[in-house]
């Protein structure tokens, strides 16, 4: 197959999953209010009101339902971006806004799976190539709705945080076997993970968890696994920053954040380590060469 052929059909994938880590969103959203108030720790009362009908679904029975007016989601209402668009954004009875968090997902997990297999860094014609890229863009789903949950709620939900945690490790694993200086590939997996990991846990106990939350200490461990590179780390963390002050200070100049106000910082954590993981060999590379 050629390269268009597959861009096209990631591209797809890409939506199909896109559709699922939205609706995953609202699932783990309304068990995590369900586990607070059975806590007795605070919450949101009428978002749980909202949210609660997610939680009495069984696996049998478990379909998309409208939030508003408990409308059953019939297949044609869950064609990818093209159900929303042919909607007008707005559920098909009540006619309710539906929100622009399901299209903008949607698309954006397309664009990642095209764009990770255009610019991957390995050789698809080895095994270690392929198992990676396929770990890579499994992983990026989790990492969709640690985005999207983070920048709505200001947490990372510690379920999908393991099992990127997993996925790093399974890549990390593989990176060392197939690495020819197996001894090197371990140390660098290992300062991979204490520079994006280890950095934001010292940042964590110093401030006491004020700067940085626990939830962005296992962010860091799994992309320090899933870039398995001490060198990419440094990029992702450099990266990270820069996008965040790219995004921060335009926005404290017109005056809509002050300083203390909360900014999810897990989102930009993963737009460094994409940005690590297809370039950042490239701009290593690059930057080697100013110094010499």
């Given at each position: 197959m050629n390269e268009v052929l597959i861009s096209i059909i990631l591209g797809i994938l890409g939506l199909l999953l896109g559709s699922f880590a939205g609706a995953s969103v609202w699932r783990l959203r309304a068990r995590e209010l369900a586990s607070d108030k059975d806590s007795h720790e605070e919450y949101?009362?009428?978002e749980y009101k909202k949210l609660k009908k997610l939680n009495n679904n069984t696996l049998r029975n478990d379909r998309s339902t409208c939030l508003s007016c408990d409308y059953k989601l019939r297949w044609y209402d869950l064609i990818p971006l093209l159900s929303w668009i042919g909607l007008g954004g707005k559920c098909r009875r009540c006619k309710q806004k539906i929100g622009y968090m399901e299209?903008?997902?949607?698309?954006?997990?397309?664009?990642f799976f095209v764009v990770s297999y255009l610019l991957w860094p390995m050789s698809l014609d080895s095994f270690v190539g392929i198992v990676s890229i396929i770990i890579w863009l499994i992983a990026g789903v989790g990492l969709a709705i640690m985005t999207v949950y983070d920048i709505k709620w200001f947490l990372l939900p510690d379920s999908v945080s393991y099992s990127v945690i997993g996925l790093g490790l399974i890549s990390s694993i593989i990176a060392v076997i197939g690495s020819e200086d197996k001894l090197y590939a371990l140390s660098s997996v290992a300062g991979s993970v204490l520079i994006l990991g280890g950095l934001y846990y010292f940042l964590y106990v110093v401030s006491k968890h004020k700067w940085v939350g626990f939830g962005d200490v296992k962010l860091?461990?799994?992309?320090?696994?899933?870039?398995?590179?001490?060198?990419?780390?440094?990029?992702?963390?450099?990266?990270?920053?820069?996008?965040?002050?790219l995004f921060v200070i335009p926005l404290m100049l017109l005056g809509k954040?002050?300083?203390?106000?909360?900014?999810?910082?897990?989102?930009?954590?993963?737009?460094?380590?994409?940005?690590?993981?297809?370039?950042?060999?490239l701009l290593f590379d690059w930057y080697i060469g100013l110094l010499y």
């Open positions: 949101d009362h009428e299209p903008v997902i949607e698309i954006g997990l397309a664009l860091g461990i799994g992309l320090g696994l899933l870039l398995a590179n001490w060198h990419l780390a440094f990029i992702a963390l450099f990266m990270a920053n820069l996008v965040g002050c954040l002050g300083r203390k106000s909360r900014v999810p910082f897990g989102p930009m954590l993963i737009a460094g380590a994409v940005i690590a993981m297809l370039v950042g060999n």
